[in-house]
């Protein structure tokens, strides 16, 4: 099996319940990943695109994580994922967006 060469998490807040009850979710980060997954299909990014439970920075939220870079975004918006994926297809990170 051939690994992505990117993995891109998105917090979906769910908790020890089970529930999503965060920021995230509430803030419709799961409405980002066809978003995400047709932008890295547009721009020829290998990336496999998934949510995850809560990454525990809810004021910064929603969350996106890259892998391998370990770039941590917050605050992420449509706006602020084209802007994302351009940077990510170019090698580098929108400094003015992460959070770690």
């Known amino acids: 099996m051939k690994k992505p060469d990117y993995m891109i998490l998105v917090c979906n807040s769910y908790r020890v319940a089970g529930d999503a009850q965060g920021y995230c979710n509430k803030q419709g980060a799961t409405s980002f990943l066809q ?57 580098s990170a929108v400094e003015e967006y992460l959070i770690a």
């Open 35 to 91: 978003l995400i997954s047709e932008g890295c299909s547009d721009r020829d990014l290998d990336a496999v695109v998934t949510t995850t439970a809560c990454l525990s920075v809810c004021s910064q939220g929603p969350v996106m994580v890259i892998q391998p870079n370990n770039y941590w975004y917050g605050g992420v918006n449509e706006d602020k994922l084209e802007e994302i994926l351009d940077a990510l297809k170019e090698g």
